[in-house]
């Protein structure tokens, strides 16, 4: 697997994911009926040409998963038992069609598990850039990481 393991991980230890995603009008519609949220700011147009946008936002709860997902391939991918929780999340800035998104990764802490010795504990920090690198989101996450089993 390409993710890293627990003993891979320290603290301050940066990625810049090379992952890139412009967001489009149907990946929000899609998102935004899927989930059941009829919020008229991303779904409908001429309602949002009405507002201070002057047209419709991006779903900020997409542009959290695009963030993190971008995350996965250089870090967790496969050696993650999984998330424990997310905190601190911001949108700075809005999202709209046609953005491309990137994402960035830094650690903030790696420590043992006080319950299951085979894992430890690691809290990342993700920030989402747009096109411009206007921070357009971050999060702060905990996950559940495997520890090698040769050590």
Known sequence: MAGLYFEDFTVDRHFRH???????????????????????????AHFSEGTEWGQRLFNSLMTLAIM????????????????????DVRFPKPV???????????????????????????????????QRDEVVATCRRAAMMWKRKDG
Do not use: W, Y
Request: glycine share 8%; with cysteine.
């Open 68 to 87: 993190i997902g971008m995350s996965v391939q250089d870090t967790t991918l496969g050696t993650t038992v999984g998330n424990l929780g997310m905190s």
């Open 18 to 44: 090379p992952l890139t995603r412009t967001v489009n009008e149907a990946d929000n519609t899609m998102f935004s009926l899927m989930t059941m949220n009829p919020q008229p700011l991303h779904i409908d």
């Open 96 to 130: 709209f069609h046609g953005d491309t998104l990137r994402s960035e990764t830094r650690v903030i802490s790696a420590r043992e598990s006080k319950s299951r010795p085979d894992v430890g504990i690691v809290e990342f920090e993700h920030t989402c850039f747009n």
